[in-house]
């Protein structure tokens, strides 16, 4: 069964900090994603990445970036946090790209 | 118009109703389709594919209209555990890759 792990489930920051959220899947998967996902507005694509090294810009990039040095491996970085930013953040991976998406638990980032 | 339609509900049903959910999608050349369920405070978890000659899991039958551009999601013989936030999600093919749209989801409360 394919996990997909975040590092954390709750996670508070100030605004301006820079935030790191990890996200790690163990079926060597080469499509991974980020999104938020914000009341009245559902899963909004962040950015993604169909290999090592690569990505993508999803719907919503600005005021982040992303990292995939491994292939089991996508982080998320807030590069300043803002009050705007607080949501829930979901991780998603998946073998090929139209094929069901595999989630992790999610990571409900609050700033303030 | 949005990508993909929902109607945000909430359905409320008492035990063993039976309750049918559309989720449109503005796109043509949309090529795959699933239905999500996600609980209160949880990550969405993949309910069942849909495909173009329909297709049943026990008590849920998924259907895809191409003509009308909608997915339908039918719940027979309602439970308690089924009260969840059920999600479309269409994919398409967008500048050479698969991008994959959510719907915001259709509450569903099962009550006593």
């Known amino acids: 069964d394919v996990k997909v792990t975040q590092s954390s489930r709750y996670l508070v920051k100030r605004t301006g900090e820079k935030v790191f959220l990890e996200c790690v899947q163990d079926?060597?998967?080469?499509?991974m994603f980020w999104y938020r996902q914000d009341p009245g507005l559902g899963l909004r694509l962040i950015y993604f990445s169909y290999d090592v090294k690569m990505k993508e810009k999803g719907d919503i990039p600005e005021g982040y970036s992303v990292s995939r040095e491994k292939k089991e491996r996508f982080s998320l970085i807030l590069e300043s946090a803002s009050t705007n930013q607080t949501s829930m953040y979901l991780c998603a991976s998946t073998e090929q790209l139209n094929s069901p998406l595999h989630f992790g638990n999610g990571t409900r980032l609050t700033v303030t | 118009r949005k990508e993909v339609e929902q109607d945000p509900g909430p359905f409320n049903v008492p035990e063993g109703a039976t309750v049918a959910f559309n989720c449109t999608y503005s796109?043509?050349?949309?090529?795959?389709f699933f239905w999500y369920r996600q609980d209160c405070r949880k990550e969405p978890k993949l309910l069942m594919s849909v495909y173009s000659s329909g297709n049943e899991d026990g008590r849920f039958t998924a259907q895809l209209n191409r003509a009308s551009q909608y997915i339908s999601l039918l719940i027979r013989d309602s439970k308690l555990s089924d009260s969840a936030t059920y999600l479309c999600?269409?994919?398409?093919?967008?500048?050479?890759?698969?991008?994959?749209?959510f719907g915001t989801g259709t509450r569903l409360l099962v009550s006593p």
């Open positions: 999600v269409v994919t398409l093919l967008n500048t050479g890759f698969q991008k994959l749209v």
């Open positions: 079926m060597d998967h080469e499509n």
């Open positions: 796109n043509s050349a949309s090529q795959s």
